[in-house]
């Protein structure tokens, strides 16, 4: 795999491309953020590992950059700040994944695994629920017609709540690796996004979450059908 690594903490970054390096993969470290910023648009990575206090540019905005020109590579953001408030500004910016300093190579290894499986697993249709329209093939999502930005694990979460058609998706195969926490937070932001065109993602106590159309939403549905 080939791998962006972005940390100006020389010490840190040598330690993980030589871990990674000794599992095969290629690694490219950049400690500069403006730098790393032009590598992303002249070459092609499969995963972005991203401090977020660097010289340049920092870690937010290259992420944010990234998502902006639809790059889709997976991103892991690496800092020592562990508020909630900035995991989920991350998370929302399109990070896939949020690992917190100091840590173990072998979380950052399940981190990697996750982030790099949900990425390259294809379904091949589309799939529509009340408002939502998903295009498999082309990665691509609408709600009420709008185009809808999805951050790679946003994206599979919705894939998967989508396809189960109104059922109900265990906890246990939506956290594909990772914590508990980080799930409840991109739900939580699915939930906000999804809600103003009338879908929610119901928690169903001691199983997992269930995509429902709100109920005037799947009359006006109706009414319009039965119309044609």
């Known amino acids: 795999m080939h791998v962006l690594l972005i940390e100006d903490d020389s010490e840190l970054s040598a330690g993980i491309a030589a871990f990674l390096a000794g599992k095969g993969d290629s690694v490219v470290v950049e400690a500069d953020g403006m730098a790393a ?4 648009q002249e070459r092609s990575f499969e995963l972005v590992l991203v401090d977020v206090g660097l010289p340049g540019l920092g870690g937010y905005e ?8 639809g790059q889709l590579i997976p991103v892991i953001m ?16 399109g990070a896939d994944d949020y690992l917190s300093k100091p840590f173990e190579l072998a979380e950052l290894t399940a ?8 990425s390259t697993h294809t379904v091949t249709h589309r799939v529509e629920f009340g408002p939502l329209s998903i295009d498999m093939d082309g990665r691509h999502a609408s709600l009420a017609d709008q185009p809808l930005i999805l951050s790679n694990r946003e994206w599979d979460l ?3 709540l989508a396809a189960a058609d109104g059922h109900s998706v265990p906890k246990e195969r939506l956290l594909a690796d990772g914590s508990v926490n980080a799930l409840e937070v991109y739900l939580c932001r699915l939930r906000r996004r999804l809600e103003v065109a009338g ?3 119901r928690t169903v106590r001691g199983f997992g979450y269930r995509l429902e159309v709100a109920s005037e939403v799947a009359d006006k549905t ?6 044609q």
């Open 62 to 69: 290259i992420v944010r950059r990234i998502r902006e020109r």
């Open 199 to 201: 879908l929610n993602i």
């Open 37 to 40: 910023d032009r590598l992303l």
């Open 158 to 160: 919705l894939t998967t």
């Open 222 to 227: 109706w009414q319009t059908a039965s119309t």
């Open 111 to 118: 981190r990697i695994r996750a982030v790099t499986r949900r």
């Open 78 to 93: 690496i800092t020592a700040r562990d508020a909630l408030d900035d995991r989920i500004y991350g998370l929302d910016l």
